[in-house]
Structure formats: C-alpha cells, structure tokens
C-alpha cells in the first residue's frame, strides 16, 4: 500500500513509518515540525519508499498520485505542547481531521485515527472501557487536547456514516519508548531525565493517581492490526498494568540506580486520578495485547536517552 502519515515527525508516528516500510508498504510523512523533529525521521533519508514533506494540515493539501490509506497522527499530545499550543492544538483536531478525512475521501482511501485516552477526561468508569462517554471538563486548560480529540472521533464516524468511508480509531493510552522528547513533560521523560541528572523526581500531588505503560513497539503493532480491521468504532490500545506515579518513581529509581530524592509539586488541574485501559476489545477483534515488560521497556527508552546525552557532549 501507499500510505499517508501526518505528524510523521512525532514520537509514535515516526516508529509507525518504520513499521510500514518493514511491512513492505510505502509512505509519505507529512509534519509542520511544530513538535516533531526531523531527527526522528534521519535515518529514513535514503529509504526509496519514504517521502516526506513539510506540510501543516489544517491547510488545504492534497497528495499527488495514488493513496491506500490515511493515517492521521498529527497533534501535540504532552501537556507541556498542548498547553503551550492550544488554538494549534484544537486546529489540528479539526481543520487537520477535515483535511485529511478529504483526502482519504478523494483518493478512496481507508482512514485511521489516532486518538486519545483523554477523551474520558477524569474517569468514574474504571477500567476505562469503549462505551464510556467520559468525565471532560469542557473548558478547561486541558479542553484544547480532550475536546479536539472528542471532535475528530464525531467528525471521523460523521464521514464513515455519509460518505461510506472505512474509517478506524484508536484510543490510545500512555505509550514510551525511544524517540520522546526528555522536555515534554510527560512523566516518564521527565522521571527519566531527572534520575539520570541526579534531580529530585517530581511527583504531583500525593503520587496516588495511577496509570499504565505501553512500550512504542506494541502500541504500534496495535495500530497495524487496527488500520487492517473493519471495527469502525473506538478501540483501546495500552497497557492494563496499572500502578502509582509514586510506585512507577520508585521504578525507575531502582532501573536507573538513581539516589534521586522524591519531591512533591500540586496536582495541576483536571489531572486524571485514573488511567487504565480494559483492552478486551483490542484482545478480542485484533488478537493483540501489549508483551514488552516495563523494565525491558524502561532499559531501551533509558539507553536511547543516554545516546541522545553523549551526542550532545559530542
């Protein structure tokens, strides 16, 4: 197949071209560098099977020649990004969704999704399952991220419900691995960065609320079978072992060989206290589940991030 990536620069969608030329496909990467790098796509220069070209969106675009499929994974998904970049944020959920909706629509293409375990917002539904429809605060500083995400899934069941198109979507739940930004503020980066520098590791709020892991490798596989399958609804991709920030710390304390001391920031708003995915239906239609342990996960992720730090005294 001939498939079109957007945020092809980004932290998953970059493993995901990987995936695809591995699979013998090829693909058009399309990023506006707003907070992916380049870096994350170098070792593809000289690939003929991958294209890539620098293109926002939520502009009006087309792609010349065939297309097999749309997979659209453009979006800022840290706090620090999305918060920094909120009207972006909710553009690309909405007029980059719409865009690249036309053009799997255009070239009669299948379409994937890429959304998000934040459409449940602050869950009183645990483990969070498909059917339910989330506790969001519809106006808060994390609206820009939640609500684009809600957005793109109605806009995405809009076009498969009045053009026919053969559209999937993923919920996809906290995911690590090689290729995260250390200054992206989600929490593992940021534990990791500050074990390996000797900083205290902040914990916001009590360390309490909880949530899982997923290592790059097996989200990706999820989102292949699932670009594959006729599930036209919503479809959970993480990992269900769930844990404490406070015990996930201490983790990567005991990984690390870290003498880091722990130290406590206040919860930011609408912090979700429960993260944990019930993948019965990514079990059942994909016949997937995620199989990379966290402490080989963590070992990969702590062995790329020293890489990054020697090129950097290099």
């Not at 994390?142 to 026919?164: I, V």
């Not at 390996?196 to 899982?212: A, M």
Request: proline share 6%.
């Amino acid at each position: 197949m001939r498939v079109v990536v957007s945020g092809a620069a980004g932290f998953i969608a970059s493993h995901m071209c990987d995936r695809l030329l591995a699979e013998g496909h090829t693909v058009v990467g399309l990023d506006n560098f707003l907070t992916g790098s380049s870096r994350n796509l170098a070792h593809l220069a000289g690939d003929p099977r991958f294209s890539f070209r620098r293109q926002d969106v939520t502009r009006e675009f087309t792609v010349e020649g065939p297309v097999d499929c749309v997979l659209h994974m453009a979006s800022p998904a840290s706090p620090k990004d999305y918060l920094e970049h909120p009207i972006e944020t909710l553009d690309v959920g909405s007029f980059g969704t719409r865009r690249t909706l036309d053009l799997a629509l255009e070239k009669g293409a299948r379409y994937l999704l890429t959304s998000t375990s934040e459409c449940y917002g602050d869950p009183l539904v645990h483990p969070q399952v498909e059917t339910y429809w989330g506790n969001v605060n519809p106006v808060g500083p994390r609206s820009c991220y939640d609500e684009s995400k809600r957005f793109a899934e109605a806009l995405t069941m809009a076009y498969h419900r009045a053009h026919g198109l053969r559209t999937n979507i993923a919920r996809i739940f906290n995911t690590y691995g090689p290729r995260m930004k250390l200054d992206d503020g989600r929490v593992v980066p940021a534990f990791l960065d500050q074990a390996l520098r000797g900083l205290p590791l902040t914990i916001f709020g009590d360390g309490s609320q909880t949530r899982s892991f997923c290592y790059v490798s097996d989200l990706v596989d999820g989102l292949f079978r699932l670009m594959g399958s006729d599930e036209r609804y919503p479809v959970n991709l993480g990992n269900p072992c769930e844990m404490t920030i406070r015990e996930f710390a201490e983790r990567i304390r005991r990984l690390t060989g870290s003498r880091s001391e722990l130290s406590s920031e206040p919860l930011p708003e609408d912090d979700p206290r429960q993260r944990q995915p019930d993948i019965t239906k990514a079990r059942t239609l994909l016949g997937w589940e995620p199989r990379v342990d966290l402490d080989e996960g963590l070992a990969k992720t702590v062995e790329y991030f020293q890489g990054l730090a020697l090129t950097a005294g290099s």
